[in-house]
């Protein structure tokens, strides 16, 4: 029996479906999963094993401790440490299984003559991790243990952006200086379909392996994976002209009859959405009234089709009602949404 006043279902069938169609982008196309900040709030260690037992050998997380946590004995599956070297012994990376990618000149002078396999990251114009164009000539790219070159789009979620050629453009000028076994690597979710040339040898998918999206392109080709529910914990009836939550924001016009929801900002339902946000039951949809608090919410259920009674679930997103639709209410990104659920919703996986 689950608990929880909160409930995350997630429909691993249709995760491993978006998987596989970024497996089937093109013929041995590596399709690398990021699964860092606890994949996107839906439980590394849950979706690695998951993933591993459905062919992939393939990960980038992070940091060096969301590597460590996936506790990785298999020398076939390699895990990218996205955040690098920083100050942490090379010995670490050696005993955790992991693959630092390289991100700065003073990274890649530490570990050049060393035995450890690693990445080298470009900036191509994002300017946020990697190495700086002018600094490539101290790089050497005929150096044994460099197994993977990386980049990242800026603007890859936008189809007819420039940028994203421009970028394509300067990561193509790096072919000619690696041997043929160096990997390359410059598409995320959204980058991965812009077109076939920007696969590479690998791409790197993370909110589209979630069933999440910033463009309609994306939405055409992937299936939904999470459903958001919270958990009527009091149903009550509220007076006419009186307040709801904290500060006195809402005032009832009529005797209303109310639902108090066991969610709040500590599970990810943001303030933002405080008297215009919506949770929904079957064909019905409740108006959040008054402040959204830190462990619950109310809604307005008087005109509710159904009975309704305390430990039942109400959805906050679903199947109709995606992530998207909830991000854009609270002017955000799915991104955002998916890893601000808290830990107290029990993450189901279906």
Do not use: W
């Amino acid at each position: 029996m689950i608990n929880s006043s909160g409930i995350l279902n997630i429909n691993t069938k249709n995760l491993i479906f978006n998987y596989n169609y970024y497996k089937k982008l093109k013929k041995n196309l590596i399709v690398a999963p990021t699964i860092k900040a606890n994949a996107y709030g839906l439980g590394d260690n849950k979706i690695f094993n998951l993933l591993v037992k459905n062919g992939c050998k393939h990960f980038f997380v992070a940091t060096l401790s969301e590597g460590l946590k996936l506790k990785n004995k298999n020398n076939s599956i390699q895990i990218y440490v996205l955040n690098g070297l920083q100050n942490y012994k090379l010995n670490k990376f050696v005993k955790g299984n992991l693959i630092p990618v390289i991100n700065s000149i003073e990274e890649y002078k530490r570990i050049k003559n060393s035995n450890i396999n690693f990445a080298i990251h470009i900036d191509t114009g994002m300017n946020r991790l990697g190495i700086s164009l002018e600094n490539i000539e101290f790089l050497n790219f005929k150096n044994p243990n460099m197994k993977l070159i990386i980049s990242h789009l800026s603007s890859s979620d936008e189809d007819k952006n420039k940028y994203n050629f421009r970028q394509k453009k300067i990561f193509n000028t790096f072919f000619k200086k690696v041997s043929k076994s160096v990997l390359f690597s410059l598409a995320n979710a959204h980058g991965a379909i812009l077109n076939k040339t920007y696969l590479y040898d690998m791409i790197r998918p993370g909110i589209g392996i979630y069933g999440c999206y910033e463009n309609k392109k994306l939405e055409k080709k992937i299936k939904n994976v999470v459903c958001f529910k919270g958990k009527i914990i009091q149903i009550k009836y509220i007076q006419k002209k009186e307040y709801v939550g904290y500060n006195r924001t809402y005032k009832t016009k009529n005797r209303i009859k109310a639902a108090i929801i066991g969610l709040g900002y500590e599970d990810g339902i943001p303030r933002l959405l405080s008297n215009k946000g919506f949770a929904y039951f079957k064909n019905d949809r409740f108006r959040i009234i008054g402040r959204i608090s830190m462990d619950t919410f109310t809604i307005d259920i008087s005109k509710s089709s159904y009975d309704l009674k305390v430990g039942m679930y109400i959805d906050i997103i679903n199947e109709k009602h995606k992530i998207n639709k909830f991000a854009k209410q609270c002017k955000t990104i799915s991104y955002e949404v998916l890893t601000s659920i808290g830990n107290r919703v029990y993450r189901n996986y279906e």
